[in-house]
């Protein structure tokens, strides 16, 4: 098996990063609001195996959607991309794609999954092309051959940012394969671990600009930061996406409501209201506006992350995320599916409810009350799986991006266990996944280390 030809010298590693919900702030976000958004322990997995000296060939394997394809690394345009006015450097600040360097990869990024309907095909194409992106920027023809193989356990195209945690994983296995990432390590002085999460971000923006063409940043930040973020437009100028780096762990429940939607016609829906309505939909704007700032008030005051600071702000969080929900449904952006899930979990009466991103469909968060009975819980999920809704309990201000350095676990008393390729490629779904690898399941797993935001 490929696996067994790993040099000693580049050990078999893996590295996760978050997915996200927005907590605050959606569409008022739009009108240059704050808006804040936490990491959420759904994740995506990125198992690197390094092979043998005679193997020259980069693979990627990402099993959710399909894409199995292999590139010889001495036909891919290096030229192009070494010339010294187009090389960067990991440290280099890359705000833009240089069109040159994408028509370089173009030919490369298409040639994958030739037999798949096109629909399929250009989600293909567009992880390919910012995997070429990246390892073409960052790594070099002299680059020994690697297998990439990832599988994340955010659902897809539900606003919850799974392309931008794949874009982390993938910014984080280059900048260490090319050794210029140290620790993360609890002693790592606070400015160091800033500038090298700051590293993994910047070219995971990189990489969310090949897939999502005009991406804001705050779903690459949130998913290298952990925690939450405060992001704020500015006009024509560009955004500030602020690092909230004392959000405590708190239970979620997320629910999906399986419906489709369109961010753009969700964001044309406000913007027609608005149109029609100005005053009152300025109103409503405002009021979110209000409720954002007053939760990021609450967040940032001391001690707000101790156990005695969350209980004694967790009815203040919760109330504001209940208001947020009635703004939304003002601005028309909720949908039945979504007012169902509300009906159902306010019946219940074990937290605060309100849907996520751009509505219309998609996702609702319901923040939990404390001592909630765990039958009530599992009651109310057995309904809501009744009506056709997926739900995901999941922990928000999850940990940012992180490393498993070798893919060993050491287990206490039971010795070490390498983290088997084929076993990862077919862990049985999320819960198998997780299982096998999964950030905080086994809590008495030695291993996965996350770089920390302290400043
Ligand atoms: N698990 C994954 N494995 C491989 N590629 C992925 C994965 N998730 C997302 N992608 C890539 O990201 C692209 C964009 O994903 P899409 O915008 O539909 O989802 P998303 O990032 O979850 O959504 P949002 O940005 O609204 O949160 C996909 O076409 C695919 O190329
Ligand atoms: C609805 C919106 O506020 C969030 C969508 O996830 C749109 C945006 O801010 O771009």
């Not at 971000?201 to 804001?216: I, K």
């Not at 704007?285 to 990021?296: C, P, R, V």
């Not at 084929?422 to 999320?430: I, L, Q, T, V, W």
Request: with cysteine; glycine share 8%; proline share 6%.
């Amino acid at each position: 098996m490929e696996r067994k030809s790993s040099s000693p010298m580049a050990p078999t590693f893996m590295v996760s990063a978050p997915g996200k919900v927005i907590v605050f702030g959606e569409h008022a976000a739009v009108y240059d609001k704050p808006a804040i958004a936490a990491a959420i322990s759904l994740r995506s997995y990125l198992l690197v195996t390094t092979l043998s000296k005679s193997q020259r060939t980069v693979k990627l394997n990402f099993r959710d959607i399909g894409l199995d394809h292999t590139w010889k690394i001495d036909t891919l345009p290096w030229d192009v991309f070494q010339q010294p006015i187009k090389k960067k450097f990991y440290y280099s600040l890359v705000d833009s794609l240089d069109p040159e360097l994408l028509e370089a990869i173009k030919p490369h990024a298409e040639a994958v999954s030739k037999d798949l309907p096109e629909k399929q095909r250009k989600i293909h194409i567009r992880s390919a092309t910012a995997f070429l992106y990246l390892f073409l920027s960052l790594s070099s023809p002299e680059s020994p051959g690697f297998i990439y193989t990832l599988r994340s356990t955010i659902p897809i195209g539900a606003g919850l940012g799974s392309s931008a945690s794949v874009c982390v994983c993938l910014s984080a296995a280059l900048l260490l394969q090319i050794r210029t990432l140290a620790g993360p390590h609890p002693d790592q002085p606070p400015e160091e671990a800033e500038t090298q999460i700051e590293r993994i971000n910047r070219w995971a923006f990189v990489g969310e600009l090949c897939t999502h063409g005009d991406p804001s940043g705050i779903d690459n930040t949130v998913s290298a930061s952990g925690k939450a973020v405060v992001y704020q437009r500015n006009g024509a100028n560009a955004p500030t996406v602020t690092p909230l780096t004392k959000f405590p762990k708190l239970p979620l429940l997320l629910i999906d409501t399986q419906h489709a939607r369109s961010t753009a016609t969700q964001v044309d829906k406000v913007r027609g209201l608005r149109a029609n309505h100005e005053q009152l939909t300025e109103s409503i704007l405002n009021g979110i506006g209000q409720l954002t700032a007053s939760a990021l008030k609450l967040i940032t005051s001391p001690g707000f992350d101790s156990r005695d600071g969350i209980s004694r702000t967790l009815d203040h969080l919760g109330t504001l995320i209940r208001v947020n929900h009635g703004f939304l449904v003002s601005l028309g952006v909720s949908h039945p599916r979504l007012e169902r899930i509300r009906e159902l979990v306010d019946y219940t009466d074990i937290g605060w409810t309100k849907l996520t991103g751009a509505g219309g469909g998609g996702c609702a968060i319901t923040l939990f009350k404390p001592d909630v009975r765990e039958e009530t819980v599992q009651e109310l999920e057995r309904d809501l799986a009744a009506e056709g809704f997926r739900i995901y309990e999941t922990v928000l201000g999850a940990d940012g991006v992180g490393v498993l350095w070798p893919a060993v676990f050491r287990t206490e008393g039971e010795g070490s266990e390498e983290i088997d390729q084929e076993k990862f490629e077919n862990a049985p779904g999320a819960k198998g996944i997780e299982e096998l690898v999964g950030v905080g399941v086994h809590e008495n797993r030695e291993g996965w280390k996350f770089w920390t935001r302290y400043i």
